[in-house]
């Protein structure tokens, strides 16, 4: 037999699935089980784009997920804004990306801003969603938002609504002005950088 | 996953014969480098941003967990290959020493 020099203990992980462990691109936390939908490889962007950099970003007011509402006048002043659109709940990445933003809570706050998550989901199904996301623990520091009715209204408005009624993959950065600073209309398949969205808010303090 | 590489630096035995590493499949470098400092992780994370790592390894969902035997030889083997993190770090060490009959 041979002799054995070393084990190796090898811990695959994603970028902050629930397990707080790391997570990824494909809802790939063993968190979601049999939960997430496989939509399959989808055309990466498929909406016409309505806003530009240095263009004022298009007022809204959305139902937040735990009660009441939420505008985007309100941090006018106050903070920077970004706006996270993510396709659709139980589907594949947007259930990697929003864990990824809950750890990375200090970014915002070092750069004084909020994040608002917002997909075309009704409320029930974002809180059972939002759930399963957290199940290792915890809760989502950020306000979650309802672009369900009107369905898709300020998706529409910010030009990111595609063709079968789910939002693209999209990130704004809006400053305390309400101008917009930043935008990644992303491929739908993937997930966008931590780093480029930090770089982005570093950048609104210069 | 500390708490485990802890156990294993404590242990005069152990220390030498065994390693931890993590890997982040999916994550950039500026991904892992943040995670490792946001849990004060104390073994090495390595960034699998391509995921070629991910997908060699069969495409697996996380935390998945593999024990690989590196024999002097150099040829290896896996004694352990599962989903799923642990509740009790000295329990999953203790199944490491077992199977890997180290």
């Known amino acids: 037999m041979l002799r054995i020099k070393y084990v190796f203990v090898i811990c695959v992980v994603g970028f902050l699935a629930a397990f707080v462990w790391l997570s990824t691109v494909h809802g790939r936390s063993a968190a979601y089980k049999d939960n997430i939908y496989p939509v399959g490889k989808l055309k990466p962007r498929d909406s016409v784009p309505k806003l530009k950099v240095g263009e004022r970003a298009p007022e809204f ?39 990824g933003y809950n750890i990375a809570k200090n970014y915002f706050d070092q750069n004084d801003a909020i994040l608002l998550g917002i997909t075309v989901d009704n409320i029930p199904t974002l809180y059972a969603w939002t759930n399963q996301m957290c199940m290792g623990g915890g809760t ?50 993937t997930r966008p950088r931590l780093e480029v969205l930090v770089g982005e808010l570093e950048k609104l303090g210069k | ?23 982040g499949a999916g994550n ?45 030889d150099g040829s290896n083997e896996v004694f352990y290959s599962k989903l799923g993190g642990f509740k009790d770090a000295n329990e999953f060490l203790k199944l490491m020493v077992k199977l890997s009959g180290i």
């Open chain 1, 61 to 99: 007011t959305l139902a937040a997920m735990g009660g009441g509402e939420i505008s985007l006048k309100q941090y006018r002043g106050k903070k920077n804004v970004v706006i996270s659109f993510v396709p659709a709940a139980w589907t594949p990445v947007c259930s990697d990306q929003w864990p």
């Open chain 1, 140 to 189: 989502l520091w950020f306000p979650v938002l309802s672009d369900f009715y009107p369905h898709g209204a300020v998706a529409d408005k910010y030009g990111v609504l595609r063709s079968d009624g789910v939002s693209e993959r999209a990130l704004f950065v809006i400053d305390k002005k309400g101008i917009i600073r930043y935008i990644d209309v992303h491929d739908i398949n």
């Open chain 2, 1 to 23: 996953m500390n708490e485990l590489y802890r156990a294993i630096q404590e242990s005069k035995d152990l220390r030498d014969k065994i390693k931890v590493i993590g890997i």
């Open chain 2, 28 to 72: 950039s470098p500026f991904e892992v480098d943040f995670f490792q400092k946001n849990y004060e992780v104390p073994f090495p994370l390595f960034s699998d941003q391509d995921l070629s790592i991910h997908k060699v390894i069969g495409e697996v969902r996380t935390p998945y967990f593999f024990g690989v035997k590196i024999n002097d």
